[in-house]
Antibody
Framework: EVQLVESGGGLVQPGGSLRLSCAAS????????MTWIRQSPGKGLEWVAT????????YYLNSVRGRVTISRDNAKKSLYLQMNSLRAEDTAVYFC?????????WGQGTLVTVSS | DIVMTQTPLSSPVTLGQPASISCRSS???????????FSWLHQRPGQPPRLLIY???NRFSGVPDRFSGSGAGTDFTLKISRVEAEDVGVYYC?????????FGQGTKVEIK
């Protein structure tokens, strides 16, 4: 059974940093693209970043490029999202998902709240 | 960015009756590789989205055959042949043909 479990969310002040993690199981992790998507009441679902199986090809939403880094550790079957210089508009539930074209399986999500 | 527009935004349906949701993209979703990276997802309250249909008309693993997708270019449709209680929630269309990948605003399906 494919499982994706996110962690690392929480309350952070504007300008702060967080590192989200996604632990994967039930599939051969290092053969799949992986993606982060976020969901907020105001903006709905929003694609954030995608990484290829080898970790050497990455794509970002323009509004997070330069502040966010997607990475993976295939040995640990884990996906990461390092978020810096956080803004109020980054407040959302962050989901990791297997794949990209399409987004096949989603985790339950982790809530990031950026507020002073 | 490609804008995805869904109609209707809300759809009260009767159990056992059909339902249909439309999605229009602001540009053609036909990729240069010949595929159309258009999908439908379903989100129940308190749950993450779940993939229903990919590449316009392919049902994902475990999706009941009462769900079907059709369309081409910029116009796409999701049909539920006979709505069941578990089908309530919000349905999203999504394109992954052109970066940034984008979603529709969602269509809320509820039972009358």
């Amino acid at each position: 059974e494919v499982q994706l479990v996110e962690s690392g969310g929480g309350l952070v002040q504007p300008g702060g940093s967080l590192r989200l993690s996604c632990a994967a199981s039930g599939f051969i992790f290092d053969t799949y693209w992986m993606t982060w998507i976020r969901q907020s009441p105001g903006k709905g679902l929003e694609w954030v970043a995608t990484i290829n199986p080898d970790g050497n090809e990455k794509y970002y939403l323009n509004s997070v490029r330069g502040r966010v880094t997607i990475s993976r550790d295939n040995a640990k079957k884990s996906l990461y999202l390092q978020m810096n210089s956080l803004r109020a508009e980054d407040t959302a539930v962050y989901f990791c998902a297997r794949g990209g074209q399409p987004l096949e399986y989603w985790g339950q999500g982790t809530l990031v709240t950026v507020s002073s | 960015d490609i804008v995805m527009t869904q109609t209707p935004l809300s759809s009260p349906v009767t159990l056992g009756q059909p339902a249909s949701i439309s999605c229009r993209s602001s540009q053609s979703l036909l990729h240069s590789d010949g595929n159309t990276y258009f999908s439908w997802l379903h989100q129940r309250p308190g749950q993450p989205p779940r993939l229903l249909i990919y590449e316009i008309s392919n049902r994902f693993s475990g999706v009941p055959d009462r769900f079907s997708g059709s369309g081409a270019g910029t116009d796409f449709t999701l049909k539920i042949s006979r709505v069941e209680a578990e089908d309530v929630g919000v349905y999203y269309c999504m394109q992954a043909t052109q970066l940034p990948w984008t979603f529709g605003q969602g269509t809320k399906v509820e039972i009358k």
